[in-house]
């Protein structure tokens, strides 16, 4: 057996069992399966890996910095792959992320949204934008691993729906592991679907709603995530941080 063989048995047997826990969770919920989308996060993985999940019948993918993801998404190019961008995202790094992502999941301050619509209308193309929410921020300041604060999200949403190039998408978030979340993933994403609905009221377009990883997938179905975003339970536990 070769190791390409052995590394897709491996991935079909993860991904099996992936699947089976975001069905449980939906009938858990009440939720059709077809309204959850699964991102696999592929992050510090190889594009032979990408190649391979493609293969199973994996449709969108997600990265979190642009050096990994470049060349990896340029490998992947012939492949029916929707890019997600979810990472903390500098501004020198955006004309590059714009060449492959199909959506930004971490929108969080107006110099990116800037940013992104410049580089968005150069390249002629429409970028689909998520807000990244930080619950565990103060109401207007940001999250140590991003996100803009609960109190900006509506500003901030305003100003990708007016921009050039920028398409408002939804809200995002990663339960927080510190302050009044910590531990309770699923109020958490609760919190996240009250936004949702807020959001939707002025933006009805803007209706993904993206939570939940390997650990906490359940609990963001159980919430109402339209999209979980998982990486290790399909991959195996990263290499090196990701
Ligand atoms: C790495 C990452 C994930 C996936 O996390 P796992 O615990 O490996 O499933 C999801 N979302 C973001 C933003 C990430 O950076």
């Known amino acids: 057996m070769t190791d390409l063989q052995g590394r897709k048995d491996e991935l079909t047997a993860n991904l099996a069992r992936v699947e089976e826990r975001i069905a449980a969770a939906c009938a858990a ?29 994996v449709r969108h993918v997600a990265e979190n910095r642009d050096q990994d993801a470049a060349p990896k998404a340029a490998e992947c190019a012939d492949l029916p792959l929707t890019w997600h961008f979810v990472g903390q995202l500098q501004t020198n790094k955006v004309r590059s992320v714009v060449g492959y992502a199909d959506l930004v999941q971490s929108v969080d301050r107006a110099r990116l949204v800037t940013a992104l619509s410049k580089e968005a209308v150069r390249a002629e193309r429409e970028l689909g934008c998520l807000i990244q929410v930080a619950l565990d921020a103060d109401e207007d300041g940001r999250g140590e691993r991003g996100g803009v604060g609960v109190g900006g999200v509506e500003e901030l949403a305003a100003r990708v729906a007016e921009a050039p190039g920028l398409r408002l998408d939804g809200l995002m978030t990663v339960a927080p592991l510190t302050g009044d979340y910590a531990g309770r993933q699923q109020a958490a994403f609760e919190r996240l679907m009250d936004l949702s609905t807020a959001l939707r009221a002025a933006h009805p377009a803007a209706n993904m709603v993206s939570a939940g990883m390997s650990s906490d997938l359940e609990q963001a179905v159980a919430a109402g995530a339209t999209h979980v975003r998982v990486g290790t339970a399909v991959l195996g536990v990263r290499p090196r941080l990701g």
């Open 29 to 57: 919920a009440g939720r059709k399966r077809e309204d959850v989308t699964l991102i696999v996060v592929t992050k510090t993985y190889p594009a032979s890996d990408v190649r391979i999940l493609s293969g199973l019948g």
